[in-house]
């Protein structure tokens, strides 16, 4: 069964940092592209970034350019999204999903950022 | 970016009803179109991947069409499991965007 289970999320002042992870399971880790989506309150969906199977390439929405990184260990089976310079919309549950078209999603972390 | 327009934002329907979801991008996208289901609380789940094929798992219920820069969720035979917030997502270019979704609502 394909599971993937994200952890990290919390409360940070503006400006702080986080770092999400994502543990995968069920399937080939290393043979799938990887990718954060997120959701803020009321909603709908945002793509934030993903990752190729190697780590090679990555890609980002404008808004987080230069702020977030998408990582990965294969070894682990896991998916990682640091997040610095953290700003009020920034705030949404964040979603760790399998390829491109998002086949399957976890159940997400909730990240708050405020004062 | 490409846009992608979903329409309605909403819709009311009977249980047995059969409902269809528009998903129109701003460009052409081929087939690189998703559609997922989300219920309150829960998280997205993948329905239909490259416009048309069923996710594993997933009732033939739901069908996919279109291709270029219109596509079509079909919903056959509302059961009161179905009623949530559809969304479609193009996978073409990056970034990657979503529609604004489409919430179908019970009558």
């Known amino acids: 069964e394909v599971q993937l289970v994200e952890s990290g999320g919390g409360l940070v002042q503006p400006g702080g940092s986080l770092r999400l992870s994502c543990a995968a399971s069920?399937?080939?880790?290393?043979?799938?592209?990887m990718s954060w989506v997120r959701q803020a309150p009321g909603k709908g969906l945002e793509w934030v970034a993903n990752?190729?199977?190697?780590?090679?390439?990555?890609y980002y929405v404008d808004s987080v350019k230069g702020r977030f990184t998408i990582s990965r260990d294969n070894a682990k089976n896991s998916l990682y999204l640091q997040m610095k310079s953290l700003r009020v919309e920034d705030t949404a549950e964040y979603y760790c999903?399998?390829?491109?078209?998002?086949?399957?999603w976890g159940q997400g972390t909730p990240v708050t950022v405020s004062s | 970016d490409i846009q992608m327009t979903q329409s309605p934002s909403s819709l009311s329907a009977s249980v047995g009803d059969t409902v269809t979801i528009t998903c129109r991008a701003s460009?052409?996208?081929?087939?690189?179109l998703a559609w997922f289901q989300q219920k309150p609380g829960r998280a997205p789940k993948s329905l239909i991947y490259?416009?048309?094929s069923l996710q594993s798992g997933v009732p033939s219920k739901f069908s996919g069409s279109g291709s270029g820069t219109d596509f079509t969720l079909t919903i056959s035979s509302l059961q009161p499991e179905d009623f949530a917030t559809y969304y479609c997502?193009?996978?073409?270019?990056?970034?990657?965007?979503f529609g604004g979704g489409t919430k179908v609502e019970i009558k």
């Open positions: 990752i190729n199977q190697d780590g090679s390439e990555k």
């Open positions: 999903t399998i390829d491109v078209s998002g086949s399957y």
């Open positions: 997502q193009q996978y073409n270019g990056y970034p990657l965007t």
């Open positions: 460009q052409g996208i081929g087939s690189n």
């Open positions: 490259a416009a048309s």
């Open positions: 069920g399937f080939t880790f290393s043979s799938h592209w």
